[in-house]
């Protein structure tokens, strides 16, 4: 039966289940941390990287650049989509780990705008467009295998690995960048402080990748390449695969397109936004961020655990309802205060965090295992790469072009994303405990 296929390496013995779930979140978490550490070193970067004559100017480009990493996401999507469904989920976790730590590496060794004018944005540019097609990959890869490799009635608790490890690689940058706040001087940030955290993200990478080259193939893929449909699987066969399951690539595009707008905003690039637009303490919103993001980690297997139990269609409502409920009260009380900050950041993950949890296993049990990785990888990065990519910087550039009103206008933009989030829900079929083999 299937389901013993599913849970039949996790059973294996308590080494196999580690190097799954060590492997997996490690990597994850690796590739999260270089993607946040911009988001919450912004500030710094645009004061280095791009002309200081005008530093709002500065600010909104490096925002802008943000968002340029995620155009290449849907390309990284394809290429480890068609990696991962044709030599396996493990070869294309390692090499977007790869690649997402050869770009850390290279803004670490940025020379600064003084130095060589503006080659030091274009090379920005470049190495952040590596990294988005590293994690453009990365994620559907990483939710694709641990979907497969978890027993079929656990799977929404092991789903949330995906955002605990994620979410411990934005906790440790954020940290990071409060301890580097406090230690150092604002000269000292500016100078080379931001760098430290893109040299540790490639020497973390280093680690994940060793640890992923020593994990298990999926069984349920390996299975799957050893069926006689499979033997006759190329690119052509591929695509006509992806064809008829368009219905399923519209699904992906409307689960997620919620969750990003509200994810990046609450659990990414408010820290920031906090600093520069409403002028908390930089050392104080950092902080803020570090325990929000405590609170979203603490709640994710509740979320997944719940779904194991009701259903995934309950958990994502409750979730998505609570997220629009409460976003405007949470940006209500969003003010210049860091425990302002850390108070409405803690009640949007909360709800975001349900979504979140299960995000993984949804995704995966839309999708035949033959289309799985790809099936998930494309929609999953231009919806992202559209909505995801642009959110930080729309919220701040909204406070810039229309005032006080600007933070009103993000707010019913993000209800609306949320709103289409919802609608596609209900499109769902209940996949709780679904055999993924097929």
């Avoid at 406090?182 to 000269?187: A, D, I, K, Q, R």
Wanted: proline letters at 4%; a positive charge; charged letters at 10%.
């Amino acid at each position: 039966m299937t389901t013993t296929t599913n849970a039949a390496k996790p059973a294996a013995g308590r080494r196999s289940v580690a190097r799954t779930l060590f492997g997996t979140g490690a990597g994850n978490a690796v590739e999260w941390y270089d993607w946040a550490v911009y988001a919450t070193f912004a500030s710094f970067i645009s004061t280095q990287l791009f002309s200081p004559a005008d530093p709002s100017s500065a600010f909104l480009m490096t925002l802008a650049i943000f968002a340029v990493g995620f155009v290449a996401r849907p390309v990284g999507g394809f290429l480890f989509g068609m990696i991962g469904d044709k030599f396996g989920r493990k070869a294309s976790m390692t090499l977007s780990v790869a690649l997402a730590s050869l770009g850390s590496l290279a803004i670490a060794l940025t020379p600064s705008y003084a130095t060589i004018g503006a080659g030091a944005s274009a090379l920005l540019v470049t190495a952040r467009l590596v990294q988005g097609l590293a994690h453009g990959g990365e994620l559907p890869s990483a939710q694709t295998y641990l979907s497969e490799m978890a027993p079929a009635e656990r799977r929404g608790l092991w789903s949330s690995l995906i955002y605990v490890s994620g979410t411990t690689g934005i906790l440790f940058g954020t940290l990071l960048g409060a301890v580097l706040s406090t230690v150092l001087t604002v000269e000292q940030m500016q100078g080379f402080g931001w760098r430290i955290p893109f040299a540790l993200g490639a020497l973390f990478g280093f680690v994940a990748l060793l640890m992923r080259s020593r994990m298990e193939e999926s069984a349920v893929f390996e299975s799957g390449q050893q069926t006689p449909a499979s033997t006759q699987a190329g690119k052509p066969r591929l695509l006509a695969d992806m064809a008829r399951h368009w219905r399923q690539a519209l699904q992906v595009i409307g689960l997620t397109v919620g969750l990003t707008v509200v994810y990046y905003v609450w659990g990414v690039s408010t820290p920031a936004y906090a600093i520069n637009v409403l002028g908390v303490d930089a050392k104080g919103a950092l902080w803020a961020g570090v325990a929000a993001n405590i609170v979203f980690i603490l709640v994710l297997p509740l979320w997944g655990r719940l779904s194991d139990k009701i259903g995934r269609r309950p958990v994502l409502l409750i979730s998505s309802a609570g997220a629009i409920a409460c976003y405007f009260p949470a940006s209500a009380l969003l003010q210049d205060s860091a425990l302002q900050l850390a108070v409405s950041m803690s009640l949007m993950l909360v709800f975001i965090g349900g979504f979140a949890s299960i995000g993984p296993a949804v995704y995966a049990e839309l999708f035949p295992t033959s289309v799985r990785t790809i099936g998930v990888a494309v929609p999953y990065a231009i919806c992202v790469a559209a909505f995801g990519g642009t959110a930080a910087y729309l919220q701040a550039g909204f406070e810039t072009w229309f005032g006080d009103a600007g933070r009103s206008y993000f707010g019913f933009y993000a209800i609306a994303m949320l709103l289409f989030t919802v609608i596609t829900i209900l499109t769902l079929k209940e996949t709780r405990g679904k055999d993924l083999s097929s």
